[in-house]
C-alpha cells in the first residue's frame, strides 16, 4: 500500500523517518512522474504536460518499508533564477544531508540524452560520493539527437554500473528498479 506522506518545500521540513528513500531526479519533462506512478502501479505522483510542475520534495511511503522521493526537475522549466537556484540548492541540501537515501535514480530522456544539467549533477554525486543510478525513460520513443553523450560508470565513481531504459508508457524496464527498491 502506497501512501502520500507530503510535500515538503526545505529540508528542515522533511519528517524524520527510519525507511530506507529511493529518490527519483532528473531534467523538467523527462518522465519523473510517470515512472513513478509506473513502478508503483499506481497515479500517486502528481503528472503533467507543463514541464517543473514537481516544486517540492514529494515523498510516498510504500507498506511502511521504504520512502519514494519525488524531486523537483531541473533545467527546462519556466521559472526565474531565484527560483531555479533555490531549487538547485534544496537538492543539494537533501542529496548531501538525507542519510536515508540509498539510491538516487537520475533520470534522463533517451531521446535527447544526457544534457550539461545532468553531466553537472553527476559530477556532483561523484565529488560527494553520492550513489546514483542512471535510468533513461521514454525509451519506446524515437531518438531525436543522432550525437548523444555516451555515457560509462568508468568515469563517475559514484555511479552504479548498470544503466536501465525504461518506458512508463509501455512498462519496459521496470522490474529491475522494483527490485531495488522492493515493490513487489
Not at 11 to 30: C, D, I
Not at 149 to 156: V, Y
Amino acid at each position: 500500500m502506497i501512501k502520500f506522506v507530503g510535500s515538503f518545500e526545505t529540508f528542515k521540513s522533511l519528517p524524520e523517518t527510519q525507511f530506507s528513500e529511493y529518490a527519483f531526479v532528473g531534467r523538467s519533462n523527462v518522465g519523473k512522474s510517470s515512472l513513478i506512478n509506473a513502478i508503483i502501479g499506481e497515479k500517486v505522483a502528481r503528472t503533467s504536460n507543463t514541464p517543473g510542475r514537481t516544486q517540492s520534495l514529494n515523498l510516498f511511503n510504500l507498506d511502511d518499508r521504504v520512502m519514494i522521493v519525488d524531486l523537483p526537475g531541473y533545467g527546462y522549466a519556466r521559472v526565474s533564477k531565484t527560483e531555479a537556484l533555490r531549487w538547485l540548492e534544496r537538492l543539494e541540501e537533501y542529496l548531501l544531508k538525507r542519510s536515508q537515501l540509498k539510491r538516487l535514480f537520475i533520470l534522463i530522456d533517451s531521446r535527447i540524452g544526457p544534457k550539461d544539467s545532468d553531466m553537472e549533477l553527476m559530477e556532483f554525486c561523484d565529488n560527494n560520493g553520492i550513489c546514483y543510478q542512471i535510468v533513461y525513460t521514454k525509451k519506446d520513443k524515437k531518438i531525436r539527437e543522432a550525437t548523444q553523450i555516451k555515457l560509462s560508470h568508468e568515469n563517475h565513481p559514484a555511479m552504479m554500473q548498470e544503466i536501465f531504459e525504461t518506458s512508463a508508457e509501455k512498462k519496459i524496464g521496470l522490474e529491475k528498479l522494483k527490485g531495488i527498491i522492493g515493490v513487489k
